[in-house]
T-cell receptor
Framework: SQQGEEDPQALSIQEGENATMNCSYKTSINNLQWYRQNSGRGLVHLILIRSNEREKHSGRLRVTLDTSKKSSSLLITASRAADTASYFCATDESGNTPLVFGKGTRLSVIA | DAGVIQSPRHEVTEMGQEVTLRCKPISGHNSLFWYRQTMMRGLELLIYFNNNVPIDDSGMPEDRFSAKMPNASFSTLKIQPSEPRDSAVYFC?????????????FGQGTRLTVV
């Protein structure tokens, strides 16, 4: 079953612009993670935010978490053509259960 | 470590044939997951193992699907007999469940086409 649902399903922006992707989930979580998938490749972990955190940064990535709304956002600043990929949120309910993934946002960054 | 290794990368088979997908997890990880990815359904968890023991196979779509993990460094996902609707990309991932805030490491996937 799907836990996280990303929004939008697809996003197309110009190089240099910021890209924002949102994720909503249904149950309580231990942490929420964002992954990236290039076409034809496996998923790669980008960033993890714990349930007691509200914001986290990693390079050009900024993740926010609002547990009261059961939602998270991933912001990629100053996007590059190489950021073109699908981005997935995944929720970890307890640390002892598998990640549950959303269907992803397909990001296209046009040079 | 070379990461999670899956084989084959691509498999084309005829309906009714047996298909075996293979996975070598990252050494030291205690958990292994098999996911299936399709455009319609996204990334679905099929089954996962913890310390080589199957914990939850509720995502396995039918009895035609089976998975084994005979040791900590190897797992297989078998489909017998295969059907066209099994066409998808199958991913294996490993992690260290039970340790707070751990990430999953994915293999490159096996793209299965059943004709």
């Amino acid at each position: 079953s799907q836990q996280g649902e990303e929004d939008p399903q697809a996003l197309s922006i110009q190089e240099g612009e910021n890209a924002t992707m949102n994720c909503s989930y249904k149950t309580s979580i231990n942490n929420l993670q964002w992954y990236r998938q290039n076409s034809g490749r496996g998923l790669v972990h980008l960033i993890l935010i714990r349930s007691n955190e509200r914001e986290k940064h990693s390079g050009r990535l900024r993740v926010t978490l609002d547990t009261s709304k059961k939602s998270s956002s991933l912001l990629i600043t100053a996007s590059r053509a190489a950021d073109t990929a699908s981005y997935f949120c995944a929720t970890d309910e307890s640390g002892n259960t598998p990640l549950v993934f959303g269907k992803g946002t397909r990001l296209s960054v046009i040079a | 470590d070379a990461g999670v290794i899956q084989s084959p990368r691509h498999e084309v088979t005829e309906m009714g044939q047996e298909v075996t997908l293979r996975c070598k997890p990252i050494s030291g990880h205690n958990s292994l997951f098999w996911y299936r990815q399709t455009m319609m359904r996204g990334l679905e968890l099929l089954i996962y193992f913890n310390n080589n023991v199957p914990i939850d196979d509720s995502g396995m779509p039918e009895d035609r699907f089976s998975a084994k993990m005979p040791n900590a460094s190897f797992s297989t996902l078998k489909i017998q007999p295969s059907e066209p609707r099994d066409s998808a990309v199958y991913f294996c991932a490993s992690s260290s469940l039970g340790q707070l805030n751990t990430e999953a490491f994915f293999g490159q996937g096996t793209r299965l086409t059943v004709v």
